[in-house]
């Protein structure tokens, strides 16, 4: 069974938000949502959210997850593609996150599509969360040398052909220019990943529009 429970980062940034004396409540956007565990998460925080997710199974999942937890109230999901323009009004939301979803879109024009449609919907004031792999990761830095992508700082993963787009600080610093840098963290934790155990580094981010 898939992991039901949030992203440890969606789960910092929720106690950021609080320390900050933000009000849990309002209209939240989960973007690149899978199965729904961040989507559920902030809903049970108060947030009216709408977890975007492309592949219709993942959002019957979702919607299933919402009934289980009793959130299906404030949980919606709504069958997107992140990186098309999105269906909903400017200044519509007061949080968006973004927990290594836009990652896997596989051109930069596609990337600048989510990140111009997350800041087009939030209101001014708004905060956003990104989390991103790093390029100083361990396993990143083996496959990005091994199994170069097009771009800098990005993949092919092996047996899959999956691309994923990591950052280094300064890039993006850069990449999310339009907002307001709140925070900037380098995270490590121990995981297990292609067939070994060791240290993850991910970059997570918060932004204010």
């Known amino acids: 069974m898939a992991n039901q429970?949030?992203?440890s980062g969606v789960v910092l940034f929720v106690d950021w938000l609080k320390n900050c004396g933000v009000q849990m409540g309002g209209r939240a956007v989960d973007i690149g949502s899978g199965k729904g565990r961040n989507t559920v998460?902030?809903?049970?925080?108060?947030?009216?959210?709408?977890?975007?997710?492309?592949?219709?199974?993942?959002?019957?999942?979702?919607?299933q997850l919402a009934a289980d937890r009793g959130v299906s109230d404030k949980a919606k999901f709504v069958l997107a593609e992140i990186d098309k323009p999105w269906d909903f009004e400017d200044d519509y939301f007061d949080v968006a996150i973004d927990s290594f979803a836009s990652i896997d879109i596989e051109t930069k024009a596609g990337r600048e599509i989510c990140r111009n449609e997350m800041y087009r919907t939030l209101k001014p004031g708004g905060y956003a969360f990104v989390n991103v792999c790093s390029a100083d990761d361990e396993w990143e830095k083996e496959l990005i040398l091994k199994h170069p992508g097009l771009e800098r700082n990005s993949t092919i993963w092996p047996g899959t052909g999956k691309f994923q787009k990591d950052y280094d600080d300064e890039e993006l610093k850069e990449f999310y220019g339009s907002f307001k840098l709140l925070e900037l963290r380098t995270i490590q934790k121990q995981a297990h990943k292609l067939g070994r155990d060791g240290t993850a580094t991910n970059l997570w981010l918060i932004l204010q529009k």
């Open 5 to 7: 429970e949030p992203t």
């Open 41 to 63: 998460y902030l809903a049970a925080q108060g947030f009216e959210t709408f977890g975007l997710e492309y592949i219709q199974e993942a959002v019957n999942d979702s919607r």
